[in-house]
């Protein structure tokens, strides 16, 4: 069992900045890379940010330079830094993680999201 719980989400104002963070449990091997992504009502999901094991680092071009991804090394942990928020960052954020139980294929696992709201 692996579970993927995301915190940090919340209402702020337009050019505020929130952290969120997710966290990876369970019977983990080891994880390649974590990624978040959010869905606004009525779009699509889009990819926000990645982070490979590496440490490279993959942005959408609407939150480069606002927002920066990172992870700890040695912990299942990733983070979400926002700043210069903007009602369109308005969403539920989705941690996803790609997995390794052992040796074999790797995973993908889902967290359940939270809410973002940018309001003005």
């Known amino acids: 069992q692996v579970q993927l719980v995301e915190s940090g989400g919340g209402l702020v104002q337009a050019g505020g900045s929130l952290r969120l963070s997710c966290a990876a449990s369970g019977s983990i091997f080891s994880i390649n890379t974590m990624s978040w992504y959010r869905q606004a009502p009525g779009k699509q999901r889009e990819l926000v940010a990645d982070?490979?094991?590496?440490?490279?680092?993959n942005y959408a071009d609407s939150v480069k330079g606002r927002f920066t991804i990172s992870r700890a090394k040695y912990r299942n942990t990733v983070y979400l830094q926002m700043n210069s928020l903007k009602p369109e960052d308005t969403a539920v954020y989705y941690c996803?993680?790609?997995?390794?139980?052992?040796?074999?294929?790797?995973?993908?696992?889902w967290g359940q999201g939270t809410q973002v709201t940018v309001s003005s």
């Open positions: 982070i490979t094991s590496g440490g490279s680092t």
């Open positions: 996803a993680a790609d997995v390794l139980l052992g040796p074999g294929p790797s995973y993908d696992y």
